[in-house]
């Protein structure tokens, strides 16, 4: 018998139920590094391996859209060496791995208020979309100075200046036309929107687009997170009935 709880394989998945996009709030690094009296910056250490194995795992499924909540517009307020330290991970893992991105057809993307992050993380971003833009098996997102309101206000922006400058009938404005001035413009919603170490909160992540999400919050903290439990997940939602607001259908 097998002991691990989170025993499903990949076999086990029904191709045709997968998510087109799933959404991910990595939590608990902090809490991962102080059970173990580290400093906080190990577990970004840490947290930096699962973000890799959670790549691989969406690309070897078959999930076409992967968005991490890496960096959000209130993480500035950490401490200067936290912010730094996460911006030099941030820098080295785009390095370290855009080539294994382009070997897996990956391409990668960031959202978010990038003009505020350093200007050596801005350069490693553009390089590493210019690298990787022919990519087609699948579309990493980083969300970095992330926040959901501050993309809505500047949705709103955009809007209004094209309905000032006579090239938008504000009686034309629907979801649709919204959904495309978000930073998400060419991204389907998330159909999975996960949350590690149990916080019950979404954090002003992707507020728009997560309105019909399948919600799913682990306990798990997210340097723990592994590939069994992320499989284990993508076969609960396969389970789950999606109504849209609407009823079963029999
Ligand atoms: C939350 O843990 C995590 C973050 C604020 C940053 C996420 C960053 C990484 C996973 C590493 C860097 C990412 C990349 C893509 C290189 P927390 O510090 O809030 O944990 P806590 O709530 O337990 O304190």
Request: charged content about 30%; some cysteine.
């Amino acid at each position: 018998m097998n002991s691990n709880k989170f025993s499903v394989s990949d076999s086990e998945l029904d191709p045709a139920k997968l998510p087109a996009h799933v959404a991910i709030i990595m939590d608990g690094n902090g809490r991962w590094a102080k059970k173990r009296l580290f400093n906080r910056i190990i577990g970004h250490e840490k947290g930096v391996e699962t973000v890799r194995t959670i790549i691989r795992a969406c690309h070897d499924t078959g999930i076409p859209n992967l968005t991490l909540y890496a960096f959000s517009t209130e993480n500035w307020q950490r401490p200067k060496y936290e912010v730094n330290a996460l911006m030099i991970l941030l820098s080295k893992f785009l390095k370290n791995d855009r080539q294994e991105m382009k070997d897996k057809s990956i391409r990668f993307n960031a959202i978010g208020q990038l003009d505020r992050l350093p200007k050596k993380v801005r350069h490693d971003i553009e390089q590493t979309k210019s690298f990787t833009r022919d990519g087609d098996a699948m579309q990493l997102n980083l969300a970095l100075s992330y926040g959901g309101r501050s993309e809505i206000v500047d949705m709103v922006k955009a809007i209004s200046k094209k309905v000032l400058d006579g090239q938008l009938d504000p009686e034309t404005i629907s979801d649709s036309l919204v959904s495309q001035h978000l930073y998400t413009a060419r991204l389907p919603d998330p159909d999975l929107l996960i949350r590690t170490s149990g916080e019950m909160r979404i954090s002003n992540f992707l507020l728009w687009q997560i309105a019909y999400s399948e919600i799913y919050i682990t306990d798990t903290l997210w340097p723990d997170f592994k590939r069994d439990e992320f499989i284990y997940i993508l076969k609960q939602f396969e389970g789950r009935n999606r109504r849209f607001g609407k009823v079963a259908e029999t």
